[in-house]
């Protein structure tokens, strides 16, 4: 199956984002992928972390998943839509949601972001959960591939990285290809977020594909960037350093079958 991970440097104006978005996803349907993978926030970062309040949309409806799911009919393509802030009970907090729309332009899979970020160095600080609620359960859909390998799919957002009990989870229940959409710090990515990534696949014995957001922002945000690709074994397939672009690559259902039975750890868990 070809997938593409689409990395962007998104600003705080949301038509522009969806417009740059547009153009990724035009191209990596024309480069033959299946799946396109959208990095968190790709519709907006904006200046102060509660620009994205004035964005939720009702699960459901709103332009950003009308993007999405015209996108996906027009293009015939798999989409999983970074993050975008949907609506919660309390309008001062939203869930920081990844949504996947198929070919036919329905919302075949919803997973909200697990594990809020929270990090002080003494120069930066965050606290996602001062804006966002937490999701409450893990998400699998399946992916029918030309390939004619049905894909089952794990879905993740960026801080979500760092807790392996997660895809342990995803790894009992058969997942082939872990999603892991973000927007890392730049201190944080450049000291772990490869490795990471790199783990979860190797441990997991699963394809992971990462789309984040990399460059300097019109907030004056710099995020890490790296999109990458990793198979099973821990092989980085393709990666971009920073700067918009997509980062395709194909994943082969035979060589994951291989490697599990070459290495059949996951059979051998004890806990």
Known sequence: MHVAAL????????????????????????RGAELAVLPEYFCVLGQRDTDKLALQEPFGRGPIQDFLATA??????????????IATDDPAHAHNTLLVFG???H????????????????????????????????????????????????????????????????????????????????VTGEAHWELL???RAVENLAYVCAAAQGGLHANGRRTWGQSMVVDAWGGVLAQQASGAGVVPAQLDAARLRQLRTRLPALGHRRL
């Open 72 to 85: 996906a009919r027009e293009l015939g393509l798999w989409i999983a839509g970074g993050t975008l802030p």
């Open 103 to 105: 070919p036919d332009g």
């Open 7 to 30: 990395q962007m440097v998104s600003g705080t104006e949301p038509a522009a984002n969806l417009r740059s978005a547009r153009t990724l996803l035009e191209e990596a349907a024309a």
């Open 107 to 186: 919302c075949a899979a919803r997973y909200d972001k697990m594990h809020l970020f929270c990090f002080d160095d003494g120069q930066t600080a965050f606290d996602e959960a001062r804006t966002l609620v937490p999701g409450g359960a893990p998400v699998v859909f399946e992916l029918p591939s030309r390939d004619g390998h049905r894909w089952r799919i794990g879905l993740s957002v960026c801080y979500d990285l760092r807790f392996p009990e997660l895809y342990r989870h995803y790894a009992a229940q058969g997942c082939d290809l872990l999603l892991v959409p973000s927007a890392f710090t730049h």
């Open 197 to 199: 990534l790199r783990a």
